[in-house]
């Protein structure tokens, strides 16, 4: 395990501009695009913990007063690792080990109390 628990964490958004300008503007940051494989989000500027999060237009993802936010757990180095173990705890796992480009791996569970969570590795 790395030194942060929270590796990423994603706000659900359907119109990325209008909630893009809302943070900014809530928070007075700029947010860049961040192209991925999987599509393009706003990324909150990262601490100097490395930690940072962002405006997730897709993957599904759908705001809600109930369970909008998602947070990627840090995996350690390899994903696959903890991947494994989700079953044996208890969980299920809702999407597999995937990569994400250049950002390494992502993997989403549900966990023994029905929350979605992602979990990410450099690996």
Known sequence: MNEHAISWFAIPVTDLERAR??????????MP?????????AVF????TGISGSL???????????SGVTIWLDAGDDLQV?????????GKVLQPKEQIGEFGYI?????????????????
Do not use: W
């Open 21 to 30: 300008t809302f943070y900014s503007t809530l928070l007075g940051i700029t």
């Open 33 to 41: 695009d961040l192209v991925t494989p999987a599509g393009t989000c």
């Open 45 to 48: 500027p990262q601490m100097e």
């Open 56 to 66: 997730n237009p897709f993957m599904g993802f759908k705001p809600s007063a109930d």
């Open 82 to 90: 903890p991947l494994d173990r989700v079953a044996g705890a208890g």
């Open 107 to 123: 993997a989403m569970i549900l966990d023994t109390e029905g929350n979605r969570i992602g979990l990410h590795s450099p690996n």
